[in-house]
């Protein structure tokens, strides 16, 4: 059992835990915030001035080792680049059981991993997102830190009463970033750290530490954020990090088929195994700029030019004859057709009309007498015999022609026929803007 001065006893068998009432010096503490595999933040409030902040404490089985260093690594390296959207620490410390702590700026919002999680994130607000770490890697960048731990839950959305849809981005956990100055003193190359899934091939090769390093883990955040999958999945770590050495990441378009081109190019550079293929931070930046006016103009354009199917192009289900762009297509060919049939029916029909009018001119109708028919015995092509007392009525007949026999009226070989409107395309999984449905 351990506690902290001035504090409840905690409980045993909850080490790491304190309970409301505990003290790290001046700050009491409050109710738990969150709970990660370095540590624990709590609410604290200062017991003088009555300043509210967060409380972070290092578990105790990591005490060992560099995990006190990281804990003033991360206050110094936030300290030194000193960005809005950098989350700030203004205070460390040591609780009486030796546990490292830090009291930084208590943030109200959520992660952007679980925003990302709970629902869809449109295209502009993922840029708006993206350029603002942008700006806190920069500013790190030019201070001669690197992240190197970049992922969806170090960075946080604070809520902006002002614009909702707009939230203030602060970039968490500095802890392992690396000084570039001053790191050969501190860091051996060949150790692996950071998140697997966002890892970088120089990282998971155990090699050197760049800037391009954080362009590579932001282009698997943007990746992930703007086609709501991961470049590169697998069931274990070794398997991931083998996957970001070498494999290739899939076809943004595949995903999204509507994606601008410039944003697709963007993703693969960011993605490049080779550390100098990659972008500068700035010019992810002005990418991403660029990109979000494109979006803006595609909203301006009406619905059939900038909404597509994505069944034209999925590679998991077939073409449909039910989109729109085949609809129309479709149409004018039927519209062609029908009217060529219009015109043959109509010259033929006009075609045996004279052939009739002619016809009748040339052989006018004759009077046949009324004769009695004999009984006896039918002929293979005579009509049924008819009784001796029965006499055919007067009618008159008209003789056909004897060079050219009489033709029934042609019947259209095609008629025109109401058209049947296809049905409508089903909803599709790219909205106005360009955006995919989400975790479907």
């Known amino acids: 059992m351990c506690s902290t001065e001035g504090s409840v006893p905690i409980l045993v068998g909850e080490p790491d835990l304190l309970p409301p009432g505990a003290k790290a010096g001046p700050w009491l503490v409050g109710s738990q915030l969150g709970h990660g595999g370095m540590g624990t933040v709590y609410s604290v409030v ?3 001035i ?23 690594v991360e206050a110094r390296v936030v300290n030194r ?3 809005p959207n950098i989350v700030d620490i203004f205070e460390t410390g040591t609780l009486t059981d030796g546990r490292p702590y830090i009291v930084m700026e208590r943030l109200d919002g959520t992660s952007l991993g679980r925003h990302a999680f709970e629902g869809k994130i449109l295209p502009d607000r993922v840029i708006d997102i993206l350029l603002q770490i942008c700006d806190a890697l920069i500013a790190a960048h030019a201070a001669g830190v690197i992240h190197r731990d970049l992922k969806v839950d170090n960075v946080f959305l604070l809520d902006n009463p002002d614009d909702p849809d707009r939230p203030r981005v602060k970039l968490l956990d500095w802890g392992i970033a690396k000084e570039v100055e001053n790191d050969p003193h501190r860091t051996i190359e060949g150790t ?14 155990g090699g050197e530490i760049t800037p391009a390093t954080d362009v590579y883990s932001l282009g ?3 990746f992930e954020l703007f086609l709501e999958q991961l470049p590169f999945q697998a069931e274990t770590s070794v398997e991931i990090m083998t996957m970001h050495i070498r494999a290739t990441p899939p076809r943004p378009s595949d995903l999204w088929p509507d994606i601008p081109t410039s944003l697709e190019q963007l993703l693969f550079a960011m993605l490049e195994k080779q550390p100098e293929k990659r972008p500068t ?3 992810v930046a002005r990418t991403l700029e660029l990109v979000r006016d494109e979006l803006e103009r595609r909203r301006g354009l009406p619905l059939p030019q900038t909404r597509r199917p994505a069944s034209r192009w999925s590679t998991t289900r077939p073409l449909s004859i039910e989109s729109p762009a085949r609809w129309r297509h479709g149409s004018r060919r039927w519209q062609l057709a029908v009217g060529a049939v219009a015109l043959i029916a109509t010259a033929t029909m006009v075609m045996v009309t004279r052939d009739r009018e002619g016809v009748a001119a040339a052989a006018p109708p004759a009077i046949v007498t009324p004769a009695v028919v004999p009984s006896a015995a039918p002929t293979l092509n005579a009509p049924p015999p008819m009784p001796a007392e029965v006499t055919v009525a ?17 019947r259209p070989r095609y008629h025109r026929a109401t058209p049947v409107k ?6 599709s999984t790219i909205d106005l803007d360009g955006s995919i449905e989400v975790y479907r």
Request: charged share 20%; net charge positive.
């Open 46 to 48: 200062h017991e003088d």
């Open 394 to 410: 007067k009618l008159p007949v008209v003789a056909a022609p004897a060079t050219r026999p009489a033709k029934p009226a042609p």
């Open 281 to 283: 931070m700035s010019t």
């Open 192 to 205: 692996l750290v950071g998140t697997p899934q966002y890892l970088s091939p120089e990282q998971a090769r």
């Open 422 to 427: 296809p049905t409508p395309p089903p909803p």
């Open 81 to 83: 680049v000193a960005h």
């Open 50 to 72: 009555g300043k509210r902040a967060a409380l972070k404490v290092i578990h105790q089985r990591l005490c060992g080792g560099t995990t006190a260093e990281r804990i003033l």
């Open 220 to 222: 698997v955040m943007a």
